[in-house]
């Protein structure tokens, strides 16, 4: 079990602890209640609020500037001068500098650009959140770096085509400084993974618009919300009352990165049961070996059999852990199946806030509960839950309205805001968010988490359980009952 943040410490959800697996034995209760306003102005879980909110309006903003949405070719157009300030290194063949340039035109003031943007955000943010804005600034650029790299080695067109994707070469980057010179003191002030992670999942919310959720209708739903959480639950017992795993809080957080969402629900879970770093990271590793493994398997295995392509999008959507996964495995079968199995993942992602919220409370209630002592209160369920879950469901209300009431709402939200603006910004949080898990993990603490490779067992189990159901329901909704819905 997972010891409680302290109350010196309020920003850091995942608790930083020795090297020995946590125990029942180990939890407390949670720390005394703070004021409402000193968590809303210290917390990260609200700072990623604060920050994602930011993003949202200003993206908002800057597109309605430009006035009455131009269209190219039948798509909403993004505003050149708007576009060329939003930039990542993009694909090459034998010269990493031609990530750079893009049509001929240089990518580098784009890049620089949505540097400054994130510099400036949570420069600000630390500053007021109390740390040193210079340090974090010099660690924060050291950071970013990384993260160009990452993209730039995902954009190798070997790799690309093999949808190795920056993520994981983000991963492997951190882990490689961290197991051999060592993470550098200089950079540690930016080492902010959920920070970062949890900001992105703010705006990640903003695309999750129930007019396009509910195209699938009821189908959709069946795939992700009656599967998952059998699959989440199933594979939690398993690893209690079959393997025995020690740490409920390893276990649990593995269980919902296997039947989630990947990286984002271990986030989400960690911080409900107040996981230690090292089980997230551990559970973060498993999701990305078994991504890159699925998104290439799959498509392979859906075209040898000849698999009906919306049975298909479907049941990759309910399976692969990311959601820029699942569209680069949908998209290696066809657009049919990309645009089905994208929003089942979508609809799959919804459960991050549900999810989030049913562990603190189990946790609360059944978990941490001090013997003899007073019952659990609901202040303790508040305190415990991922505040920044608020954010996510707050951005998908607001831009479905904005979806729906618009006009043009479809073309502004959906085209230019999101996937215009805010979906690369996230993207950007994603990669220095696996940056910095990389650079946090160190092998020689994860050793006493993989006793008789129980954690590898739980993944390789729980996600072929998830793959076999998936792909029943998938049928069963897709093949049988909704045949030819779309």
């Not at 006035?67 to 001068?81: H, I, N, Q, T, Y």
């Not at 089942?344 to 999810?355: A, R, T």
């Amino acid at each position: 079990m997972s010891s409680t943040v302290p109350a010196s410490s309020p920003a850091a959800p995942f608790a930083s602890t020795p090297n020995s697996p946590a125990t029942p034995s180990d939890s407390a209760p949670p720390p005394p209640p703070r004021s409402l306003w000193h968590e809303m102005t210290t917390h990260d879980d609200w700072w990623a609020i604060w920050l994602g909110a930011l993003i949202l309006v200003g993206a908002t903003i800057a597109v309605l500037a430009f006035g009455p949405v131009k269209f190219v070719d039948g798509k909403a157009a993004l505003p050149s001068a708007l576009k060329n300030w939003i930039a990542k290194p993009e694909t090459w063949a034998s010269n990493p500098l031609d990530a750079f340039t893009k049509s001929g035109k240089s990518l580098l003031p784009g890049i620089a650009a949505m540097g400054g943007l994130l510099l400036a955000l949570f420069t600000g943010a630390q500053t007021l959140r109390g740390h040193n804005p210079l340090r974090f600034t010099i660690a924060f650029l050291g950071v970013f770096l990384l993260g160009v790299a990452s993209f730039v080695l995902a954009g190798q067109h070997l790799l690309h085509y093999y949808n190795l994707e920056y993520v994981l070469w983000a991963l492997v980057l951190g882990m490689v400084i961290s197991n051999t010179i060592g993470t550098p003191g200089f950079l540690k002030p930016a080492v902010l993974p959920e920070f970062y992670i949890k900001t992105g999942l703010v705006l990640l919310g903003a695309e999750v618009l129930f007019g396009l959720l509910f195209r699938l209708g009821l189908p959709g739903m069946v795939v992700s919300w009656i599967t998952t959480p059998i699959v989440f639950l199933l594979s939690y017992l398993f690893g209690q009352k079959v393997l025995r795993i020690e740490s409920r809080s390893l276990n649990i957080v593995i269980s919902a990165d296997m039947s989630v969402c990947g990286a984002s629900a271990a986030i989400a879970t960690g911080a409900a049961c107040r996981a230690k770093k090292e089980e997230v990271s551990l559970a973060v590793g498993l999701s990305l070996a078994f991504t890159a493994i699925m998104m290439i398997v799959q498509p392979i295995f859906i075209r040898a059999v000849d698999m009906d392509p919306v049975v298909a999008g479907a049941w990759m959507g309910g399976t692969i852990d990311s959601t820029g996964a699942v569209a680069a495995a949908g998209k290696l079968v066809g657009g049919e199946a990309e645009k089905v199995a994208v929003t089942v993942k979508m609809i799959q992602n919804v459960l991050i806030g549900v999810m989030a919220f049913a562990v603190a409370v189990y946790w609360t209630t059944k978990v941490e509960v001090v013997p003899n002592g007073p019952p659990p209160t609901l202040w303790e369920v508040w305190y415990r839950f991922p505040k920044f879950v608020l954010g996510f469901l707050a951005a998908s209300i607001i831009f479905s309205i904005l979806y729906a009431v618009l006009p043009q709402g479809e073309a502004l939200v959906q085209d230019l805001i999101t996937k215009g603006v805010t979906s690369p910004i996230r993207v950007w949080l994603f990669c220095l968010a696996f940056v910095a898990i990389g650079l946090e993990t160190n092998f020689r603490e994860l050793l006493p988490y993989m006793k008789a490779g129980k954690p590898l067992t739980l993944y390789v189990v729980g996600q072929t359980l998830n793959l076999v159901l998936s792909f029943i329901m998938s049928w069963i909704a897709f093949g049988w009952l909704w045949k030819g819905v779309l």
